[in-house]
């Protein structure tokens, strides 16, 4: 059974402290890793998708990378603004064209 | 860039009415549509898949009769929630998919649709 976890279920960090998001995953089978930010209230915003390991991706102070088996999403000199609930989901043969996600990660980021 | 948009973004209905939300893929056709549900604080869950042209494939659990799924035209999925109850009242989100191409494997939600049933 395709399945997503996350950790830490939440974060808080003082601006400019970066750190790390994990997602860790096991599929049949890996047609694309997503990450999407979401704010209280609003649909998932995409951020990045990831086919295979390797593969790292950046947006402003975000980084995306992938592993067989997690992935990591970096927050570098976080700000207050990027304080959000960060979801990771995967697409699956098993899946089809659906997308599964984790539970999120939610992250505060005060100055 | 790709856009989904739903209609309402949010409202309230009486117990035992229906209320149906819309999906809309702007700026592209979408020949899959998924519709998820999101309580607080918990994360999205697949309660089925809207296919334009065919019947809805839904997830285990989810009541094809309460939450009926029409995906009439390419651009267009409706979520009808049937003799709504004060339980189905939730964040209603809807995304939509293409076929591989253009967007490759980019898959975007719309902004969501709190639905609170009194």
């Known amino acids: 059974e395709d399945q997503v976890t996350q950790s830490p279920e939440a974060l808080r960090l003082q601006e400019g402290e970066s750190s790390s998001l994990n997602c860790s995953y096991t599929?049949?089978?890996?047609?694309?890793l997503f990450w999407y930010r979401q704010d209280p209230g609003k649909g998932p915003e995409f951020l990045f998708t990831?086919?295979?390991a390797g593969e790292e991706k950046e947006k402003e102070r975000l980084k995306a990378t992938l592993t067989k088996k997690e992935s990591f999403l970096h927050i570098t000199a976080p700000k207050p603004e990027d304080s959000a609930t960060y979801l990771c989901a995967v697409r699956s043969n098993q899946a089809g064209t659906a997308l599964i996600f984790g539970k999120g990660t939610t992250l505060s980021v005060s100055s | 860039g790709a856009v989904v948009s739903q209609h309402p973004s949010w409202v309230i209905c009486k117990s035992g009415t229906s209320v149906k939300i819309e999906c809309r893929s702007l700026d592209f056709q979408a020949t899959t549509m998924f519709w998820y549900r999101q309580f607080p604080k918990q994360s999205l869950m697949l309660m089925a898949t809207s296919n334009e042209g065919s019947k809805a494939t839904y997830e285990q659990g989810v009541e094809k009769d309460k939450f009926l799924i029409n995906h009439a035209s390419l651009t267009l999925s409706t979520l009808t929630v049937t003799s709504a109850h004060p339980e189905d009242s939730s964040f209603y989100i809807c995304?939509?998919?293409?076929?591989?191409?253009?967007?490759?494997?980019?898959?975007?939600f719309g902004e969501g649709s709190w639905l609170t049933v009194v």
């Open positions: 599929v049949s089978g890996l047609r694309g």
């Open positions: 990831l086919y295979s």
């Open positions: 995304s939509a998919g293409l076929h591989e191409g253009a967007f490759g494997n980019t898959i975007y």
